[in-house]
């Protein structure tokens, strides 16, 4: 159910995003956020749920709340012996610290540890994943393409130099986590919209 309902939540803040609404996009995006934290409280040993709500914390620039979320879901995903939720919670929490989620600084060797962590689950997950469907395995996309080819070269940029193995490095200050804005609207979303409106008319 929580799922269900974050899930339209998101789209119908497609459609106000396209409509221009940006009050009512904020709202869905909240609704959203709720409703992922629900999953996290519901099912507490389920991985999934950890990186749905984080990712909704990071998509409003809660980096903190976000990598405190990621350790707990890491916890279960090693539990469990879930590769997949191994790799992307890795890459996640990476994005994360380097964005800010432990302060305005993050210890080097957690990030590196993170990395090579996503990385061997990712190796042991595509070991055993069907050929014909290896484009479609969950090897911690898009957050590790977001770790490896934007943050980590942008830090070197700003550092002079590569992420050290140790020590404490400052974080990518005025860097947003930023996804792709939708271009277009889910099929029967104006249907629902209008429903909504409908129903708020037929209660004033």
């Known amino acids: ?3 269900v309902r974050g899930l339209v939540a998101h789209h119908m803040a497609a459609v106000h995003h396209l409509l221009g609404q940006r009050e ?4 869905c995006y909240m609704a959203q956020q709720k409703d992922m934290q629900a999953m996290c409280k519901a099912l507490p040993q ?6 749905l709500f984080a990712r909704c914390c990071m998509n409003n620039q809660q980096m903190g709340v976000a ?13 469990a012996g879930h590769d997949a939720a191994v790799c992307q919670l890795s890459f996640q929490r990476a994005a994360a610290l380097l964005l800010g989620g432990a302060g305005k600084t993050v210890d080097a060797a957690v990030v590196q540890q993170l990395m090579q962590q ?14 014909r469907w290896r484009a479609h395995a969950a090897d911690g996309e898009p957050d590790r393409t977001l770790v490896l080819q934007k943050l980590l070269p942008e830090l070197e940029k700003r550092q002079g ?5 140790e020590g404490d490095v400052e974080v ?9 804005a939708p271009s277009a609207i889910p099929p029967g979303a104006l249907v629902q919209l209008e429903g909504q409106r409908e129903g708020q008319q037929a209660g004033q």
Request: no cysteine; net charge neutral; charged share 20%.
């Open 67 to 79: 990598a405190a979320f990621l350790e707990r879901g890491l916890a279960a995903a090693r539990a």
């Open 1 to 3: 159910m929580h799922y």
């Open 161 to 165: 130099q590569p992420l050290p193995a």
């Open 46 to 51: 389920h991985p999934l749920g950890y990186s």
């Open 24 to 27: 009512q996009q904020a709202e």
């Open 172 to 180: 990518l200050h005025g860097l947003l986590y930023v996804t792709k």
């Open 118 to 131: 996503g990385e061997a689950a990712r190796e042991s997950l595509l070991r055993w994943w069907p050929e």
